[in-house]
């Protein structure tokens, strides 16, 4: 029943048209509402997919993230400003805020303008660093634009990303073939040693980044604020509770200009198309929740024995109980939820521990529905009574995290539950000494009771020897 009731469920979810799982309402923030004709077709595909967008300037006077303790917006794009603060209602603890109430933000980045330092705060908090030359870009004498950076070779063209580790969903580059995406006149960031921050784009190892105003003629290396695959051009930080913060680099990238532009790494080469556009489309839905979220439907513990009642998610077991363990995944992809497939040479995981864990098993598919795989496994209790949890500990980058908890107690073995000791062969010599103990004592009871007393009238003589 259970299982008709949610594919039923899911049916009519993927029937329905969504544009986020986290809403739609987005908050454009930039320096004049007239700039937004420069990023006209970025807006039109994110109209195209229902987003109802507001723009307001940092300095607006109705601009407000929350209201009554309530978000007003689910996303926040932050395109350049040549201010240097946001006003008293873009603060860092209100951004922070916002990203601990599941609020998603997109920060596009220029060299030519500087950074606010709202979102400087936010971003070294997050362990994002940006370099502290505020005229500084990334620039790259090998892997330039030889049409339009013929001389500073500040335009960058680099291929689309692609998988480096097992696990990690192929969102960006699929599709691409052999165009480019144009990096022009940005800005690197470095990346901290945390698990939440995970590069999208990284620069080529001939970049570095420069400030063009210093005028010298040689780069000192130790004056460097990165080079190479230290700077990352496209960076994305996932929270804890799955609220997604992404930082591109170059704002430019996302103008008209350079959508569908055509561009020529070197000389010799063939004229190619830019990528930027789709690229530009999977990073926003990326970080707006319309791509690469995860949830769990269902999931469903039982008795795996003959016999045993066929209850569904009982409140207890016993030592030594098979149990059969099923959990439900879908995936949102754009406007309808699909199953989720387990990327190749990765598993799903499910942990049966009490402090630590006494199993863990890889999942496998059991079946796969129209908006849901289901994933099952089957295993013994542990001899041991106490308080144990199904844990289902799914995290990988670019895919929401899964952290699903069954709390279940697993008593011992009632006295009528344990086998005769006859059962069992191991206990066959106790029994044996137990029995001849027996034996043994009843022999000599009724030997001494059957045994002829001495006469007692009769007298004994006995005879002295010397």
Do not use: C
């Not at 480096?164 to 144009?182: M, N, P, V």
């Not at 990528?275 to 039982?302: C, D, M, P, Y």
């Amino acid at each position: 029943m259970r299982t008709l009731l949610s594919f039923l469920l899911l049916a009519l979810a993927s029937a329905v048209a969504a544009i986020s799982t986290s809403g739609n309402r987005l908050l454009v923030v930039l320096d004049d509402v007239a700039d937004k004709a420069n990023y006209s077709k970025f807006f039109a595909d994110l109209e195209e997919r229902e987003f109802k967008i507001t723009y307001e300037t940092p300095k607006s006077d109705s601009l407000t993230l929350f209201s009554l303790g309530e978000r007003t917006y689910d996303h926040v794009l932050f395109l350049p400003v040549r201010t240097k603060g946001l006003g008293p209602n873009l603060t860092p603890k209100t951004l922070h805020d916002f990203v601990n109430a599941k609020g998603n933000i997109l920060l596009a980045l220029s060299a030519n303008t500087t950074t606010p330092t709202s979102l400087i705060a936010l971003l070294s908090e997050l362990d994002i660093t940006l370099p502290t030359d505020r005229n500084s870009l990334v620039v790259d004498h090998f892997n330039y634009d030889i049409t339009s950076a013929t001389d500073k070779h500040d335009v960058l063209l680099l291929p689309p990303p692609k998988p480096t580790r097992a696990g990690i969903k192929d969102f960006f580059s699929e599709g691409a073939g052999t165009k480019l995406i144009a990096f022009p006149r940005g800005v690197g960031a470095v990346l901290g040693n945390g698990q939440l921050l995970n590069p999208i784009l990284r620069a080529p190892r001939t970049a570095y980044s420069y400030n063009p105003k210093e005028q010298v003629e040689a780069v000192n290396g130790d004056d460097l604020f990165a080079a190479g695959q230290q700077l990352s051009l496209v960076s994305t930080m996932q929270a804890r509770n799955n609220a997604r913060v992404t930082v591109v680099g170059s704002a430019e990238m996302l103008q008209d200009k350079w959508f569908d532009a055509s561009v020529t790494k070197l000389d010799g080469q063939p004229v190619v198309q830019t990528f930027n556009r789709e690229f530009a489309k999977r990073v926003s839905g990326w970080t707006f929740q319309e791509i690469g979220v995860l949830k769990v439907n269902w999931v469903e513990h039982h008795l795996e024995e003959e016999g045993a009642p066929n209850d569904s998610n009982p409140e207890m077991y016993r030592v030594k109980n098979n149990v059969s363990y099923t959990i439900s995944l879908s995936e949102f992809a754009w406007d309808h939820w699909i199953g989720f497939n387990v990327p190749e040479h990765d598993e799903i995981q499910l942990e049966f521990s009490m402090l630590s864990p006494f199993h863990r098993l890889n999942l496998k598919e059991e079946s796969h529905r129209l908006a849901a795989v289901h994933y099952h496994t089957v295993f013994t209790t542990p001899d041991q009574h106490g308080i144990f949890n199904f844990m289902v500990n799914y995290k990988r980058p670019f895919l929401s995290h899964i952290e699903e908890k069954n709390t279940v107690p697993v008593r011992h073995m009632a006295h009528n539950e344990w086998p005769r000791s006859y059962v069992i062969s191991g206990a066959w010599p106790w029994i044996a000494g137990l029995g001849s103990t027996v034996v043994g004592f009843l022999g000599f009871v009724a030997l001494w009771m059957y045994s002829a007393p001495v006469d007692a009238g009769k007298k004994v003589t006995v005879k002295k020897t010397q």
